[in-house]
């Protein structure tokens, strides 16, 4: 129900869903046309509903089911509005927002705004004119996990910035692997005279979207996260019209990079408390 619901938030994707339950506590339900997910927050129960359209009667079937304060999180702009009048407060949360992209423009980075990143591919092409892009497959998976420990260590588990969650990421790309097919996941990955040294996968969070979930790659490598950004991209259905590749939790960095590929879509991420 997620992929026809037009809501191309990251959080509705089965793999982020079955991946990320251990560390959100989610469950979820079907009430009339929506998905509802329900998880512990920060003592208060949260949810987050997945519908074309909000209407006030599923709000009241939340507070119904709440008992008490709650909060919807990751409305989009155009929901909000049916909350006014109801709601205690109305919140904007910028770290959250989702990096959404047209497919094409990451696939061959035309123009003056993706100079850049189409110099970094060139010369990595220059640099690696016999490297080889491979569909990722379950037989990939030991090399995956070789690059992901190096690319931990680089990072480094107690960097401030990412907190706990390069472990839990860890084991969330440990979920998915277990179940590579019954997710419908799809992947790609580089490889420099025979060896792994970038891989990504990702599935569909709408028909028309394709979410990116995990992207890793040496960073002694100049240009390899272009590369592996835009090869994935270009080997990518044509079905999807765009790509998400997801918020960038605040992290300086992180939105740099991101808003650097200049975003079709910065997708809004409203939370809503309801008393």
């Not at 507070?63 to 304060?69: L, S």
């Not at 939105?255 to 809004?268: A, G, N, Q, T």
């Amino acid at each position: 129900m997620t992929l026809h619901a037009g809501r191309r938030n990251c959080n509705y994707t089965f793999a982020n869903l079955v991946g990320w339950q251990f560390w959100f506590r989610t469950e979820v339900c079907v009430l009339s046309d929506a998905v509802v997910l329900r998880f512990g927050w920060e003592g208060e129960k949260a949810y987050m509903i997945c519908t074309k359209t909000l209407e006030p009667s599923l709000i009241q079937s939340l507070r119904d089911d709440a008992g008490g304060p709650f909060m919807i999180l990751g409305l989009e702009d155009d929901q909000i509005e049916v909350c006014r009048g109801m709601a205690q407060r109305i919140e904007s949360q910028r770290n959250q927002f989702d990096y959404i992209y047209r497919r094409a423009d990451l696939a061959v980075l035309h123009g003056n705004k993706l100079k850049a990143k189409r110099n970094h591919v060139n010369h990595f092409r220059a640099e690696f004119p016999d490297f080889e892009y491979r569909e990722l497959t379950p037989a990939m998976f030991e090399e995956c996990r070789a690059l992901e420990m190096l690319w931990r260590d680089e990072r480094g588990d107690n960097n401030p910035e990412y907190g706990d969650t390069i472990a839990a990421e860890q084991r969330v790309v440990e979920t998915v692997f277990d179940h590579w097919n019954e997710l419908d996941m799809r992947g790609g990955s580089i490889y420099i005279d025979g060896k792994m040294v970038a891989f990504t996968y990702g599935t569909a969070v709408t028909t028309d979207t394709f979410d990116v979930c995990v992207e890793k790659a040496d960073r002694n490598i100049d240009g390899l996260f272009s590369v592996i950004n835009q090869q994935f991209c270009a080997h990518l259905p044509e079905q999807f019209v765009f790509v998400n590749r997801e918020e960038d939790m605040g992290i300086e960095g992180l939105r740099k990079s991101k808003l650097s590929y200049h975003p079709e879509i910065l997708l809004s991420y409203n939370v809503v408390h309801f008393a």
